[in-house]
């Protein structure tokens, strides 16, 4: 069993650009236990208005890592610098490497915002290691049918399996290093396992719902376990209906050096990424 190395709650809602409340549950204090991830930022449901005039961010800048969206309702629309661009819709993924720098902008998807309608999803922020952070910037669009799942009995719900492996069920995202992204959906007293690799930075963020972790302990919606590096299963037992998200990750043992959307080794790149941005080297996008 992994034992649970303490309990934390995400941080008050917040909006990011007019188009995404966002509760943020991985921050930078939580780095050194949480690496290869460097963000998660939680996006409540909302019930936006129509509109014609799509809710989102504008154009900005990222470089040296990769942003990870995960949408459960709504849809988006996102667009960058290097040519890419997609539109999200319930259960896709979309996995943006910003690596050697990129500008990118991300909306609400058009239409979605002219009917209006919940949007709900997550946005995580993946470090690269040193060898990787100049790689070409790269687009997966993982539609929601290419991700496998794993049924939980007695039709208790089931566990997708972005990135990663469980029980010999691989997910499709590819990643610079080794990262499991378990998205789990039970009913009430449904009882699971969930298995990473021993030693992995491992953390379980309750989206919704009450559960019983290893038989001795309860976490509530809101709350996210960060657990002891050693072992590799965690048993759930689920109160009420539940939702949960599961990152784990061979940590990046490097020294991270940021300034916003920048994340590097250290201060000298960050000063020339900097440089790099305002001298318009990382493309155009209006
Ligand atoms: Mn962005």
């Not at 963020?205 to 038989?215: A, E, F, R």
């Amino acid at each position: 069993m992994k034992k649970i190395k303490y309990i934390r709650k995400a941080a008050q809602p917040h909006m990011v650009g007019d188009g995404f409340k966002v509760r943020t549950f991985i921050s930078s204090a939580m780095w050194k236990d949480m690496s290869p991830f460097l963000m998660l930022d939680y996006i409540e449901p909302v019930n936006y208005l129509p509109t014609e005039h799509p809710r989102g961010v504008d154009v900005h800048p990222h470089k040296g890592f990769e942003t990870v969206s995960i949408l459960w309702e709504g849809a988006l629309a996102h667009e960058d610098s290097s040519g890419g661009k997609g539109k999200l819709f319930a259960g896709d993924v979309q996995w943006m490497t910003a690596g050697a720098g990129i500008l990118h902008k991300e909306f609400h998807e058009e239409e979605f915002s002219r009917k209006g309608g919940v949007l709900h999803g997550a946005q995580l922020w993946v470090n690269l290691p040193a060898k990787d952070k100049s790689t070409a910037p790269a687009y997966q669009d993982i539609r929601s049918a290419t991700i496998p799942e794993i049924k939980l009995e007695d039709e208790k719900g089931k566990i997708r399996i972005i990135a990663g492996e469980m029980n010999g069920v691989k997910g499709p995202a590819n990643t610079f290093t080794r990262i499991n992204i378990f998205d789990a959906h039970a009913t009430a007293d449904a009882s699971f396992d969930l298995h990473v690799v021993d030693g992995d930075h491992t953390t379980l963020l309750v989206l919704k719902g009450t559960i019983h972790i290893n038989d001795h302990q309860t976490a509530r919606e809101g709350e996210m376990l960060v657990f002891e590096d050693a072992g590799s299963s965690i048993h759930i037992q689920t109160n009420n209906e539940t939702h949960l998200l599961l990152l784990s990750g061979e940590p990046i043992t490097e020294p991270v050096a940021a300034y916003g959307p920048f994340v590097m080794n250290t201060q000298q790149e960050i000063m020339q990424a900097i440089d790099d941005y305002n001298a318009g080297k990382f493309g155009v996008l209006n």
